[in-house]
C-alpha cells in the first residue's frame, strides 16, 4: 500500500513538473523571440538611418564644397572688373547642379541679391527675412547653417531649405551670405522608396528641434518644432542611439533611432510604432499561448482522469477487500474477518494487559431447522440471529461475526468473565424471545447455546488459546442441555 502511494504521488510530481516545464518553455519561447523581433527592429532601423544619413551627408558636403569654391572665388581680387559673363562663369562654372539642387546666391549686406548662379542678371530680391540671412548677420561663428523650411521666391513657391555660409569683410564685419537652395523634394524622394510600416516615420530635423521632413508627409509638420519634449534630449545627448518615447503629436508610443549626419547640424530619426513591432510577435504568442493551454490542459485533464481511475479503483479495491471480510448471507464479518480481530485485540489486551472475552453461539438444533423447514427458511433464520447480535456488539471495539454455518461468535475487548456471561445471557434470551418456531427442538421454539471464555494475555499464550476455550465452553452448554450459556474455567 505504501510502495501503491508512492508511486501515485511520484506521477502526480511527474504530471506536475511535466506541466510546469511546459509553461516554463513557451515562456522562454516568447520571450526570447520577442527580445529577438525587437532586437531585428533596432538592426532595421539602423540600417536605414545608416544609409541615409551617408546619403544626405554626402549631398550637403558637396553643396558645401561649391559654396566654400565661391567664397574663395569671390575673395579673388579685381572680380569686379571682369565682365559679367566671365565673372558669372570664375564664380559658379565647379558649382553642383543636380536635379534637387537650386541655384546659388551671394548677398550683400542687407540682404540683397549680387549673383545669382542660374542668371547673369539677379533677380531683384530681398532675403533679409530669411533665417539663414539672419543668423550670420548676427553671428560670425555660425559656420555651415541649414535653414528652416520656407516656400522658394525663385521657385514659385517649391518647399526648399537654403544651406549658407558667413561672407565677411577683411576686418571681420559682415558683407552678406553665400547660400544655395535645397529642395525639400530631395528628401521626399528618397524617404518615399523605403518601405516602413503604417504607425511608422522617419524625421529629418535640425539639432534644436526643428522639422525639415517627415514621412508620412504632412505639410502641417513643415518647420515645426519638437525641441520642447523631454524625450527630445535624448538627441543632443548623444550623437546616436534608440530609445522608446512619444514625440509626435499622435501620441503613439515608438521606438526612436536616431543618428547625426556627420558635418551637419541636421539628425536623422526613424521611428517604428512599438505596437506594429510587435503585431507578429503577438500573433506567434497568441498560437503559443492556445497551444501551451491546450497542453497545460491536457495534461491537467490526465492527472484528473489519472486521479478519478486510482479513486474508482481504490474503492473498488475497498468494496472488495470489504466484501472478502463479509459475509455475505448476513452482512457481518465473516470468519477472516474474525480471525484478523481476534489477533489484534489479542496483542492489544496482552500489551496493556487487559481481559479478553469471546462467546461463541450456536443454533440448537439447525440440522432439524433446515430438515423441517427448508433451507431458504434456515438462511432467513440466520439473517435474523445476525441482527440480534449485532445489536449486542454495540461499542466500537466489540465485533459481531459468522464464523461458519450456524456458529457465531462475539469478540468483547476489555471485558471481564462476569460482564462477558451477562452479555451472553442477554443474546441467549434476546433469540428466545423472537419465538421462532421449531418443531423438532425439544423446547418447540428457536435457542441457542453460548460458550464464554475469558483471558488476559500472558507472553507464552496465543489466542488459538482462547479460541478454543470458548468451543469448549459452547460444547459443554450442549451436552448441558442446549439452550444455556457456559464459562470457561467454571464448574458445570
Not at 398 to 411: I, P
Request: hydrophobic share 45%.
Amino acid at each position: 500500500m505504501k510502495s501503491r502511494r508512492f508511486l501515485h504521488r511520484a506521477l502526480y510530481a511527474l504530471a506536475v513538473l511535466l506541466a510546469a516545464g511546459i509553461c516554463a518553455a513557451s515562456v522562454a519561447l516568447l520571450w526570447i523571440d520577442r527580445r529577438d523581433t525587437w532586437e531585428a527592429a533596432r538592426v532595421s532601423a539602423r540600417n536605414i538611418t545608416g544609409v541615409l544619413s551617408a546619403d544626405i551627408s554626402r549631398t550637403v558636403q558637396f553643396y558645401d564644397l561649391s559654396l566654400q569654391g565661391v567664397m574663395e572665388r569671390l575673395a579673388e581680387p579685381g572680380l569686379e572688373n571682369l565682365a559679367r559673363a566671365t565673372r558669372q562663369r570664375f564664380l559658379f562654372d565647379r558649382s553642383s547642379t543636380a536635379e534637387y539642387l537650386g541655384a546659388i546666391v551671394v548677398t550683400d549686406k542687407d540682404g540683397n541679391i549680387r549673383y545669382h548662379s542660374g542668371s547673369l542678371e539677379p533677380p531683384t530680391l530681398n532675403f533679409a527675412d530669411r533665417d539663414f540671412f539672419q543668423v550670420h548677420r548676427d553671428a560670425g561663428d555660425v559656420g555651415l547653417y541649414v535653414s528652416k523650411p520656407y516656400h522658394s521666391r525663385l521657385r514659385e513657391g517649391d518647399e526648399s531649405i537654403t544651406i549658407s555660409r558667413r561672407l565677411s569683410n577683411p576686418d571681420g564685419s559682415f558683407a552678406g551670405i553665400v547660400g544655395g537652395s535645397l529642395r525639400l523634394a530631395y528628401f521626399r524622394d528618397r524617404l518615399a522608396a523605403l518601405s516602413i510600416g503604417e504607425g511608422d516615420e522617419i524625421t529629418i530635423f535640425r539639432n534644436d528641434g526643428v522639422v525639415l521632413l517627415r514621412n508620412p508627409y504632412s505639410l502641417s509638420d513643415l518647420g515645426s518644432n519638437i525641441g520642447m519634449s523631454p524625450d527630445f534630449q535624448q538627441f543632443l545627448v548623444r550623437r546616436e542611439g534608440s530609445f522608446v518615447g512619444v514625440l509626435s503629436p499622435d501620441g503613439i508610443n515608438r521606438l526612436y533611432t536616431f543618428d547625426a549626419i556627420e558635418d551637419t547640424p541636421l539628425i536623422l530619426d526613424v521611428a517604428m510604432d512599438v505596437d506594429e513591432v510587435f503585431e507578429p510577435w503577438t500573433r506567434r504568442a497568441v498560437l503559443v499561448v492556445a497551444v501551451t493551454a491546450a497542453l497545460f490542459l491536457s495534461v491537467m485533464a490526465l492527472i484528473a482522469l489519472f486521479r478519478r481511475e486510482m479513486r474508482l479503483r481504490q474503492a473498488v479495491e475497498a468494496q472488495l477487500a470489504a466484501q472478502a471480510q463479509t459475509d455475505g448471507l448476513t452482512g457481518m464479518p465473516n470468519r477472516r474477518a474474525f480471525d484478523e480481530a481476534l489477533a489484534r485485540e489479542w496483542r492489544d489486551a496482552r500489551r496493556e494487559q487487559t481481559p479478553l472475552s469471546l462467546l461463541f453461539l450456536d443454533a440448537d438444533h439447525f440440522k432439524r431447522y433446515n430438515d423441517r423447514y427448508g433451507h431458504p427458511e434456515g438462511d432467513e433464520l440466520l439473517k435474523v440471529m445476525a441482527l440480534a447480535l449485532k445489536q449486542k456488539a454495540r461499542r466500537p471495539r466489540d465485533l459481531a461475526a459468522r464464523y461458519g454455518g450456524e456458529e457465531f461468535v462475539v469478540l468483547l475487548p476489555d471485558t471481564g468473565r462476569e460482564r462477558a456471561a451477562a452479555v451472553a445471557e442477554s443474546i441467549r434470551q434476546t433469540i428466545a424471545g423472537l419465538r421462532v418456531p421449531h418443531e423438532a427442538s425439544e423446547a418447540g421454539i428457536v435457542t441457542v447455546s453460548v460458550g464464554v471464555a475469558t483471558a488476559i494475555p500472558r507472553a507464552d499464550e496465543s489466542a488459538a488459546g482462547l479460541a478454543a476455550a470458548a468451543d469448549a465452553a459452547l460444547y459443554q452448554a450442549k451436552h448441558a442441555g442446549r439452550n444455556r450459556v457456559a464459562v470457561a474455567g467454571e464448574a458445570a
